[in-house]
């Protein structure tokens, strides 16, 4: 069985460490070079969300008007008598910006019908009063993204 010297246990030792004082995430992350990988390392410390690293595409311009989402379905065009009401998840992306990208996901939002090739629907407003506007996304829309956009009065 190999013997690990202390300069090689210094990092995963220093990421624990870390980790147990409570240091923020990206000071605790650790890169641990692997012999003869040119370059080439192990990360150590908490994993972090994906979405965390891409751009934030769903920013507020301060324009002073944002989006008021009225409602959203998804397969509304399906048959049968299903449950397509789908608001809740645009809103919690898109409510109160002035600009948003919302992905649509069936694996977030659930698939109200299997089998079917769903289209995505939803409607919003820009400021009280104003004029309802729609954003849409043709079958199959899981995968797809529509844009709810308020900075254009």
Known sequence: MARASLKDMVGPLLAVLLLTVGVSPAAAQITIPLPGSGGGGIQIGPQQDQQQHAPDQNRSYGTGVSIRVL????????????????????????????????????????????????????????????????????????GQSVVLDCRRQ
């Open 71 to 142: 409602g959203a379905a998804y397969g509304r065009n399906c048959a049968g008598n299903v449950s397509t009401n789908v608001t809740d998840d645009l809103a919690r992306q898109c409510q109160g910006r002035d600009y948003c990208v919302y992905r649509i996901d069936a694996r977030q939002i659930g698939d109200p019908r299997p089998g079917c090739a769903k289209e995505y629907q939803a409607r919003y407003m820009c400021r009280e009063g104003g004029n309802e506007r729609y954003a849409s996304a043709n079958p199959e829309a899981s």
